[in-house]
């Protein structure tokens, strides 16, 4: 998917951590984020979140994960993500 646009889900958790989902379409983005900040019934989320970013990836390359290499990669991605949550987000708990 690295290459289109697409969306990354990136959530805080109540510990301060953050944590990036995998490349999505819009509406699975959407989707994503509302199981976070609203499970729905029967449905075991990981872990509750405080805040949620949705963050547009795309051309020409993408600084999040995809797929495999996710440990090297979301440590590339450490810069990306603390500016990334100095801006408004798309879920505020
Ligand atoms: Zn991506």
Redesign the pocket.
Known sequence: ??GEV?Y?VVAENLDGELLCS??FTWPGAQGFAADLISPPNGVTVYEPVRAVWIFE??TPQ?????GDGIPADEEAASGFLEQLVQQPPYWPA
């Not at 993408?62 to 995809?66: E, K, L, N, T």
């Open positions: 998917m690295t697409h990354h995998d490349g990836g795309g993408c600084p999040f994960a995809h």
